[in-house]
């Protein structure tokens, strides 16, 4: 029996909030990242987990309990605060990090493929000024 075979899948809300748990604890202990999501973000952890958890059960689960628009949270941070590729790449590292040590299977893959689509496309979003604020001629 493989390691990977004794970690649960990503496949219940139960699974999701221990991730989202794990997950935000790497974050939130980051020198760098940590500062962004508590000073700049002003996240209060009590409510942000079950949102955060919300918008994963609906990219995994096919749940509809999360409404927000995601880009425009993160453009109105990065108005605050540059964030910058590694930034993102940090990320990354510790969501897959995350899953890979407590996590396996198909959902956990798929975590891991939506979370380097949405660090990539954050990125290439932030780096030029939305649409609507293109100058008319």
Avoid at 33 to 39: E, K, Q, R, S, T
Avoid at 98 to 108: L, M, Q, R
Wanted: charged fraction near 25%; include cysteine.
């Amino acid at each position: 029996m493989s390691d990977s075979s004794c970690k649960p899948d990503l496949n219940s809300s139960e699974n999701i909030a221990a991730f989202v748990e794990a997950f935000y604890a790497r974050l939130l202990a980051d020198a760098k990242l940590g500062p962004i999501f508590v000073d700049v973000a002003g996240i209060d952890v009590r409510e942000h987990f079950p949102r955060i958890q919300a918008y994963w059960e609906k990219l995994l689960l096919g749940q509809n309990d999360y409404h927000r628009h995601t880009m425009n949270i993160h453009r109105a941070l990065h108005s605050k605060q540059t964030l910058h590729a590694e930034d993102f790449a940090q990320w990354l590292r510790y969501f897959v990090d995350t899953v890979d040590e407590n996590f396996a299977g198909e959902k956990a893959e798929r975590a891991k493929r939506i979370a380097a689509t949405i660090a990539h496309n954050m990125e290439i979003a932030l780096k030029s000024p939305p649409i609507s604020t293109v100058p008319q001629r």
